[in-house]
């Protein structure tokens, strides 16, 4: 299996769980932050927002098969 993951630039980090031993599923989760960071100096990129504010941005996954 091949893969690309473009995100637009307020997703600068990812998360991707895949069980080990386990094929059939993964879990890939765009971040605007560091895990944890609510714990880490300057946040570790939390972006803090007004009430009412929202924060968006697209992240698309391509997947090919290789025979």
């Known amino acids: 299996m091949n893969a ?3 995100c637009d630039p307020v997703f600068s980090v990812f ?3 895949a069980e080990s031993g386990r094929r059939e599923f993964f ?3 765009p971040m605007s932050h560091l895990p944890n960071g609510f714990h880490l100096p300057s946040l570790g990129g ?3 927002l ?3 504010a929202t924060l968006e941005g697209r992240m698309s ?3 090919e ?3």
């Open 46 to 48: 939390l972006v803090e």
């Open 65 to 67: 098969r290789i025979n």
């Open 61 to 63: 996954i391509r997947l």
């Open 50 to 52: 007004e009430p009412g």
């Open 27 to 29: 879990c890939i989760e």
């Open 15 to 17: 998360m991707l769980y």
């Open 4 to 6: 690309s993951l473009v």
